[in-house]
């Protein structure tokens, strides 16, 4: 199982917030090419890096943040936020990220999505799955889709997509355990979907039990700034 570590972006600064909530909002380090660089001195290989301005301005405003992160460390990045348009995406490209997930887009427009898909394949183009009550999550995740999780995922598998970063926002930085019972039911139902876990990791265990689920990768997030995972314990998944 990928182990990834996350780094949200607020003003250059590496933050974290609460169920998505730009008002609970926390600030861990004024420099996120000095995180990044711990990450990849523990042996993480992977960086999932959000960029939560370019989520609200709706296009990218921490590229000159990722051109630093990807000069400087040899993490696999995959970003994301503000990404909109087909340019935004090559922008984040040329910057150094080697894929991008497509957020909130992928629920709006998939016409958008699939034909990025075709046009940068579907190694590099990450789709992600906001849920809640395993339900698809719109708009900043204020409100629930007709949409199932599953169906959702089958439908962008069917149009070619292989990757997909699962959250449960109701557990997105609250310290409270990854969603099992979904991650279980989803790898049942579709098992060549390759599913990335995001939403709740908080311990040691629970990376372990996202491994046993057969998860294709954890986002961890707020327990490595919070310290109820250390970065120390990880190396064994990484090794």
């Known amino acids: 199982m990928e ?3 996350a780094i949200d972006l607020i003003g250059g600064q ?14 861990y380090d004024s420099d996120p090419l000095a995180v990044a660089q711990r990450f990849e001195q523990h042996g993480m290989r992977r960086l999932h890096l959000v960029d939560l301005d370019g989520a609200r301005a709706k296009r990218p405003v921490n590229l000159p943040v990722l051109e630093r992160i990807a000069r400087h460390t040899n993490l696999i990045i995959d970003f994301g936020g503000g990404l909109q348009q087909e340019e935004a995406v090559r922008q984040a490209f040329d910057a150094g990220a080697a894929q991008i997930t497509a957020g909130s887009i992928a629920v709006r427009e998939p016409d958008t999505v699939q034909a990025w898909l075709r046009s940068f394949g579907a190694e590099r183009i990450i789709v992600g799955a906001d849920f809640r009550d395993n339900h698809i999550s719109i708009n900043a995740w204020a409100e629930q889709s007709e949409r199932t999780l599953a169906e959702f995922v089958a439908a962008y598998l069917g149009a070619g997509a292989a990757t997909f970063v699962c959250t449960d926002v109701s557990k997105d930085g609250k310290l409270q355990g990854p969603s099992l019972g979904a991650y279980k039911a989803l790898r049942a139902e579709l098992p060549q979907a390759q599913l990335v876990a995001s ?26 700034y919070e310290g109820t995972i250390r970065l120390e314990d990880l190396s064994r998944f990484v090794a």
């Open 199 to 224: 939403g709740g990791v908080t311990t040691i265990a629970d990376v372990e039990a996202l491994a046993e689920v057969g998860m294709y990768g954890a986002i961890i997030g707020k327990a490595i």
């Open 3 to 5: 182990i990834i570590p």
């Open 14 to 27: 590496c933050v974290r917030l609460t169920e998505g909530d730009f008002a609970q909002q926390t600030t």
